[in-house]
């Protein structure tokens, strides 16, 4: 199993990416997915993160900025950044809740990250 995060790159302020994620491999279910990032000298924080059915949850600092969503048949989760900041410039990562074939528990799989540059 395997995430590959896909979009990342460099943009103005006021602009806007699409951060995607694939999972692939030997998988039985997907539960929650979700975006992380660390910015320079920063730890790691959640930016969005949606369940199975639907529901989604954000940091404060993206609400009403970024929407995250997900194609379960295609095991893709989105991340629609805009109205991009300076601050939100970090290495973004997936994550992902999954039940590999064959065993009976959900494990976290994380992306390679993807930087996220915006310019003032």
């Known amino acids: 199993v395997q995430l590959q995060a896909f979009g990342g790159g460099l943009v103005q302020a006021g602009g806007f990416l699409r951060l995607s994620c694939e999972a692939s491999?030997?998988?039985?279910?997907?539960?929650?997915m979700g975006w992380y990032r660390r910015a320079p000298g920063k730890q790691r924080e959640l930016v969005a993160r949606?369940?199975?059915?639907?529901?989604?949850n954000y940091a404060d600092s993206v609400k009403g900025r970024f929407t995250i969503s997900r194609d379960n048949a295609k095991n893709t989760v989105y991340l629609q950044m805009n109205s991009l900041k300076p601050e939100d410039t970090a290495v973004y990562y997936c994550?992902?809740?999954?039940?590999?074939?064959?065993?009976?528990?959900?494990?976290?799989?994380w992306g390679q990250g993807t930087l996220v540059t915006v310019s003032s």
């Open positions: 949606i369940t199975s059915g639907g529901d989604t």
């Open positions: 491999g030997f998988i039985v279910s997907i539960n929650a």
């Open positions: 994550n992902a809740q999954i039940k590999p074939t064959g065993l009976s528990n959900l494990y976290p799989y």
